[in-house]
């Protein structure tokens, strides 16, 4: 269980009770801001990383906990925790959002180790960030197809998860995917339902039902209530075959996409999630895809504003 003094946690619970998570070099919670999630940007040192995110325009950044990154918490030393806080502090970049990548139907050994992840991220989020700490963001593992066998353990694991994220005085945002188990917004909310945690909310992610068929508005409509955290990113194909692209490489209309978050109230991070799909390419270029990225974002923003 995380440590923390009396003041800072009234300003945590404080914190929490904005539209959207903010933390440090954060102007205005209120305002709706682009980011770039560094889950990307593997390749890149992080303090580079950074500094790339800060100088392209961007006003946040997501660092991504998985394996093999620099900021896995397992190998992201006090040393450069302590160095990234104050970098970000110095760019004045927003840390709304720490990525996880974890599993609702895991056997009993993985849901273990999914318990201890989340405890490690929240100890993290504290430490760069104390007054407010970013939230967590995952995935939730499963098959669509084996939904009905499936969400009743995902219920009970969940209820752990929250748990933890009580415990810990931190927020676990969930994502519904296209190839997982909890595919649609309708299921998403189901298990949310079913759970009834303040430590739990939705990471938001157009692509995913766009894939699906799934409206725009629709989609928005049944989530956005509930949204603490949104990753954007393009999609071409359907379910059963697949392809994420950088925003504004496929069909989103990302000038309706602005003015519907706007019109529905959202005001908070949205965040480029580049895809493994494209990352794992040869030949792809982290500074190029988020420059492009922002390029497309900011002019769709700016016109919808």
């Known amino acids: 269980m995380i440590a923390i003094n009396r003041r ?4 945590t619970l404080s914190g929490a009770l904005l539209a ?17 999630s560094l889950y990307g940007m593997k390749s890149l040192g992080l303090s580079d990383a950074l500094k790339t995110c800060g100088d392209i ?12 990154y620099a900021t896995e ?27 996880l990548n974890l599993s609702l139907t895991s056997d009993e050994k993985a849901h273990a180790a999914a318990l201890q992840s989340i405890s490690d991220a929240a100890t993290l989020a504290h430490e760069l960030s104390p007054d407010v700490p970013p939230i967590l963001q995952t995935v939730l593992g499963g098959k669509p197809a084996q939904w009905e066998e499936q969400k009743h353990i995902m219920v ?6 929250a748990e933890v994220a009580e415990r810990a005085k931190t927020v ?59 990753h954007a990113k393009d999609s071409a194909g359907d379910a059963a075959k697949f392809q994420f ?44 895809a988020a420059r492009r990225s922002f390029a497309a974002l900011s002019v769709a923003l700016k016109k919808a504003n």
């Open 172 to 230: 676990i945002a969930l994502k519904a995917h296209v190839a997982s188990g909890v595919n649609s917004p309708e299921r998403l909310l189901w298990l949310l339902d079913q759970v009834k945690s303040d430590a739990l909310a939705v990471a938001y992610d157009f692509s995913h039902f766009e894939l699906q068929g799934i409206g725009m508005e629709e989609s928005m409509k049944l989530l956005l209530p509930r949204t603490r955290f949104i």
């Open 57 to 68: 325009g961007y006003t946040h950044v997501e660092l991504a906990l998985n394996a093999g």
């Open 20 to 36: 959207s998570s903010v933390a440090v070099g954060s102007a205005d919670a209120r305002q709706m801001s682009l980011g770039f």
């Open 73 to 99: 918490p397992k190998v992201f030393t006090d040393e450069a925790r302590k160095a990234v806080a104050r970098q970000l502090g110095a760019m004045k970049l927003a840390l709304p959002c720490l990525m």
């Open 8 to 11: 800072r946690f009234l300003q």
């Open 245 to 288: 692209l950088l925003p504004g490489e496929g069909r989103t209309d990302y000038v309706k996409y602005f003015s519907l978050l706007k019109a529905l109230g959202y005001s908070g991070p949205v965040c480029v999630e580049v895809s493994g799909q494209i990352f794992n390419k040869p030949g792809y270029d982290p500074v190029d």
């Open 156 to 161: 009970q694991q969940l209820h752990a998860w």
